[in-house]
């Protein structure tokens, strides 16, 4: 990998302490992921990203940074994550890592110096307030976990912003100093070795947050700084941005209003991500085509990032609240299941009714729309959830490796592990993990080591565009088309249970040779076009030509 190697990636995400465990406390640690990489290298990943990685207190699963230039102590040492990127290197694998500067620990150096005396030279590191701020009840990121998003310091004497939990005091933006230290951070892992930085709540960062103001300015300009600095340090160096935001500012974080791509690299694709969802919940597939109509055109060199499942609920903020209806019904009907008031906090196998056909039928839909596909830890091998762990942990449950016990996560007791393995039922360890799907040709982690290996051969996927094609078929099927300078991709799928059959003979004469790459059953060859079959639930990859 190399020009724009992100357009070209399939990302993993996961946390570090529930993945793997090598000396057997019970949390997943660097070595543990160390020897579980020729698994990923297997599977077809060429971009491991990392959740967070730096010490902290714990209260928001490491999202709260206490140091940002070390490692956790439970995870390792900056030794062992130097060795964790070297042995990836050499498996042609990248490293990214959560870049979490929006706001810090309440028990970082910075805010306990900040918050002691109005002489502390971080006093101006944070955003402070004389007067509680009218707003302080608005704009909470966590709806029923957070009551305001100022807090009073009694030792500060002063109201503090926390766009997150009051625990996480946001770093001012609008400081030189604070845009030096970010920059000096970003400098610092990436002379490390790390190929670049998945950027948390990036809204948030450029906020230029003004007391009793709900909507401050933003300052697009401090992108173009990250960008042009992290580019210099390190030429292939990417930006991975978490920014859900109306879709008509969405292109203001690919770039300057010139159309030149000088901020972040790539976008999560929310969006698509609801789209996608809400289409497979009513089986029609009209959400996506909207979505696909929809997309803004990008600056040259920009790219999405797609996704089912992330770290976090899917969040259905930006549907009606009819849309939002539809899904819950569907995948999450229950109180349990659902998150602020906007999400359902389950995995996607559970969330489908553990069928099969329909887990596969997702996958690809996925991995062949536009864009780099963001797969998280265990989804492979179809992981369920834990719905009695509070909030997103439901869904951050330890790998399932193997039938020993703690499903191979660890050696420690079960009561010292970091969080509990599932265990019994459809999707307890001992009936999902690794192990025996690695022995059965006919399991979902051979499935998407072939579906991965076939998207290696389709790299109009990535670099190509996407387009809808547009001709008469039944509601649940879809046709779209991804075209690049290496060729045409076809791809059908069905999300309904009944087959179906669609003419698309009138992409017959950009045909060379067509034939199917990945389906879920054996067709007809698709001669002529004419008469496309595609089972219930069924998909087709189908290469119509290829340039040399």
């Not at 859900?244 to 010139?258: I, M, R």
Request: glycine share 8%; aromatic share 10%; proline share 6%.
């Amino acid at each position: 990998m190399s020009d724009r190697w992100y357009s070209k990636a399939v990302v993993y995400c996961l946390d570090i302490d529930s993945f793997a465990d090598s000396d057997g406390d019970g949390c997943g640690d660097i070595r543990g992921l160390i020897g579980r990489l020729d698994y990923l290298s297997r599977l077809g990943i060429n971009c491991l990203w990392l959740n967070p990685i730096h010490p902290s207190p714990g209260r928001d699963d490491g999202y709260d940074v206490s140091d940002f230039y070390n490692v956790d102590p439970r995870f390792g040492t900056l030794g062992d994550f130097a060795e964790l990127l070297h042995q990836a290197a050499n498996r042609g694998i990248k490293v990214i890592i959560d870049l979490v500067v929006n706001h810090t620990s309440d028990q970082h150096p910075w805010f306990l110096s900040a918050r002691s005396s109005p002489d502390s030279p971080y006093r101006d590191w944070y955003v402070w307030s004389e007067t509680a701020p009218p707003d302080r009840d608005q704009g909470m990121v966590f709806p029923g976990e957070q009551n305001e998003t100022w807090s009073y310091d009694r030792t500060a004497k002063l109201w503090y912003y926390h766009r997150f939990y009051k625990f996480q005091p946001d770093l001012n933006i609008e400081n030189p100093e604070v845009r030096a230290e970010i920059k000096k951070i970003c400098a610092f892992w990436l002379q490390l070795g790390v190929a670049g930085f998945r950027m948390d709540a990036v809204p948030f960062i450029i906020e230029k947050t003004e007391p009793g103001n709900p909507s401050s300015p933003m300052d697009f300009g401090f992108l173009s700084e990250l960008r042009q600095h992290v580019q210099w340090r390190r030429g292939d160096a990417v930006l991975l941005a978490e920014a859900n935001v109306e879709p008509d500012k969405l292109t203001a974080y690919f770039g300057d209003e010139g159309g030149s791509g000088n901020r972040i690299h790539m976008l999560f694709d929310f969006m698509l991500n609801a789209k996608l969802v809400l289409a497979l919940a009513r089986q029609d597939t009209e959400p996506i085509i909207d979505a696909l109509r929809d997309t803004p055109k990008l600056p040259a060199g920009g790219q999405w990032a797609t996704f089912l499942r992330n770290h976090d609920e899917i969040d259905l903020s930006r549907l009606t609240a009819e849309q939002r209806k539809d899904v819950i019904e569907q995948f999450g009907p229950e109180d349990h299941m659902q998150l602020y008031g906007r999400g359902i906090r389950r995995r996607l196998a559970p969330m489908l009714g553990n069928d099969r056909r329909r887990i596969e039928l997702a996958y690809s839909l996925q991995f062949s729309l536009r864009g780099t596909p963001v797969l998280r830890y265990g989804e492979e091998i179809g992981m369920g959830d834990d719905l009695s762990l509070d909030g997103r942990n439901a869904i951050r449950t330890p790998m399932q490796w193997s039938m020993l016990p703690n499903g191979g996560f660890s050696a420690a007791a079960p009561e010292d592990l970091i969080r509990p393995v599932i265990s019994g039922g459809e999707f307890g360890y001992e009936t999902v993990n690794a192990t025996l799907q690695r022995h059965d040709s006919g399991s979902l982690l051979s499935w998407f080591e072939r579906m991965i290996r076939t998207l290696r051969e389709a790299p109009e996927i990535g670099d190509g565009t996407c387009t809808h094609v547009d001709v008469p078929a039944p509601r649940g099927v879809l046709a779209h088309r991804a075209d690049a300078d290496t060729g045409t991709m076809l791809f059908v799928h069905n999300l309904t249970d009944e087959s179906a059959v669609v003419d698309l003979s009138v992409l017959a004469g950009d045909a060379e040779f067509p034939n199917d790459v990945l389906a879920d059953q054996e067709y007809p060859e698709p001669d002529g076009l004419d008469k496309i079959k595609v089972g219930g639930y069924g998909y087709r990859w189908i290469r119509m030509r290829r340039t040399a």
